[in-house]
């Protein structure tokens, strides 16, 4: 079975600072990986994804996402943030066989300071 | 806007009911799934359906069910309701069954209380 693990569950930085939101996922098969935000009183929205290939993901709002096979891991960062990067942060984990039901992990707040 | 349609928004409902939560997936997607997010467990897959026939299953209690009808919107019922079972219930649709790694597209969700 599948498991994420977000090591923080809250980060605040300050505006215009870069920000890395951790993520560490586990499975004995191969897997996809994504990240989704969650704005106040809102749904998911897909950020990014990693399917195969280049090891660099680049997603919508100038989000980027590394993923490591040797470290399992698939931290997600942007050089700059802006207020309205206020949101909950879900890096999630499916097999890329079968169902594909996703496994989130617990979420990281990102809070933006002026 | 993803495109996923989920009603009601908000409900407020008492130990023991019943209710069923209803989502309209995105034109022309095939597969639809019900997720349920707590403050305690978090984000957690419930059921997935595709083109009507029940695909795969997570930790969806024996008091939930769902279906997914004909014309691709499907119900989520909740029954016996308890407290715990306060949460927000998302519903989410892709295109395939899955395996490609195809996106998912959540709804804005159904936020339950149970009183």
């Known amino acids: 079975a599948q498991s994420v693990t977000q090591l923080d569950s809250q980060v605040p930085v300050f505006e215009e600072a870069p920000v890395e939101l951790r993520c560490n996922y586990s499975?004995?098969?191969?897997?996809?990986l994504f990240w989704y935000v969650q704005y106040p009183n809102q749904g998911l929205q897909l950020l990014l994804k990693?399917?195969?290939?280049?090891?660099l993901v680049k997603g919508i709002n100038g989000f980027e996402a590394e993923f490591n096979k040797s470290q399992t891991s698939f931290h997600l960062r942007k050089p700059s943030v802006h207020i309205s990067d206020t949101a909950e942060y879900f890096c999630?984990?499916?097999?890329?066989?079968?169902?594909?039901?996703?496994?989130f992990g617990q979420g990281t707040r990102l809070t933006i300071n002026p | 806007d993803s495109g996923v349609t989920q009603t009601p928004k908000h409900l407020i409902t008492a130990t023991g009911q019943r209710v069923t939560l209803r989502c309209s997936p995105r034109?022309?997607?095939?597969?639809v799934y019900w997720y349920q997010q707590s403050l305690d467990q978090g984000l957690q897959f419930l059921i997935q359906?595709?083109?009507?026939?029940?695909?795969a299953k997570g930790n969806i209690l024996e008091r939930f069910s769902a279906q997914q009808f004909p014309d691709l919107h499907s119900e989520l019922n909740l029954s016996s309701l308890e407290l715990g079972d306060s949460a927000l219930y998302f519903c989410?649709?892709?295109?395939?069954?899955?395996?490609?790694?195809?996106?998912?597209?959540f709804g804005e969700g159904s936020w339950l209380t149970v009183v």
């Open positions: 989410a649709s892709s295109a395939v069954r899955g395996g490609t790694g195809n996106t998912i597209y």
């Open positions: 499975s004995s098969v191969s897997v996809y």
């Open positions: 990693y399917l195969s290939g280049s090891t």
């Open positions: 999630a984990v499916s097999k890329n066989q079968g169902a594909q039901k996703l496994v």
């Open positions: 034109s022309g997607d095939l597969s």
């Open positions: 359906y595709y083109n009507g026939e029940e695909r």
